[in-house]
């Protein structure tokens, strides 16, 4: 697949990933726990493709870099909002397909970041 499709589909796939959790979030109780948590997950989830969208006007490899580092570390942060609301009982068992796209896209975004580092060392 040519990288721009590439590029196109983690785009749109970080964009559903947000989407995801905005409706899962509304889906939460209105008790003061669930409402925290559901913050947390919304605030790291809708962060993923801002921070991926802003890599691709990059303009350097470190600023690449940085910015897919920061989708990696809340694409990750994410995965720990949903663990614990799945934990504590609040996600009633909803939570499983966000967690299975949450570690595709952190696979994704680790890949991407090694091979960025990779290439910048080459430079």
Known sequence: MPIQAQTAELLARTKA??????????TLPRETVAQILGRQLLRSATSVGAQYREAQRAKSIA???SKTEGA????DEAGYWLELLEDSGIGDGATGP???????LLAIL??????????KLRS
């Open 63 to 65: 600023d690449f870099l």
């Open 98 to 104: 966000l967690k299975a796209e949450a570690s595709e």
């Open 72 to 75: 990696l570390q809340e694409v």
């Open 17 to 26: 990933f947000s989407l995801a959790a905005i409706r899962f979030y509304s």
């Open 110 to 119: 680790v890949a991407i970041t090694r091979t960025a580092k990779s290439n």
